[in-house]
């Protein structure tokens, strides 16, 4: 099973980026699929999940700016950010589990937002 996220970079303040997830080794469209933030000296948080049948759920500091999506074909779960803030800097982890595979986690991809 692996995780392969991308996507991150340094950004300003007030744009936007997009995160990707690809998976392998799992069958992609039965997993709910989630995305983790570490920012530097913190604990890993939830910012966003998103179930096999398409419901999503958001971390209340991202809702309204952060959506989460998923295309099963490509195997690969998204996360689309706008307005970014200072405060959303961190590396951002894709996740997923099972009860058969236990949990998976990506390498993680680092987000640095600018003032």
């Known amino acids: 099973v692996q995780l392969q996220a991308s996507g991150g970079g340094l950004v300003q303040a007030g744009r936007s980026l997009r995160l990707s997830c690809k998976a392998s080794?799992?069958?992609?469209?039965?997993?709910?699929m989630a995305w983790y933030r570490q920012a530097p000296g913190e604990q890993r948080d939830l910012v966003a999940e998103?179930?096999?049948?398409?419901?999503?759920s958001y971390a209340d500091s991202v809702k309204g700016r952060f959506t989460i999506s998923r295309d099963n074909h490509k195997d690969t779960a998204y996360l689309q950010m706008s307005s970014l803030k200072p405060e959303d800097t961190g590396i951002y982890y894709c996740?997923?589990?099972?009860?058969?595979?236990?949990?998976?986690w990506g390498q993680g991809t680092l987000v640095t937002v600018s003032s």
């Open positions: 996740y997923t589990r099972s009860a058969r595979q236990g949990i998976t």
């Open positions: 998103i179930t096999s049948d398409g419901r999503s």
């Open positions: 080794g799992i069958t992609f469209s039965t997993r709910t």
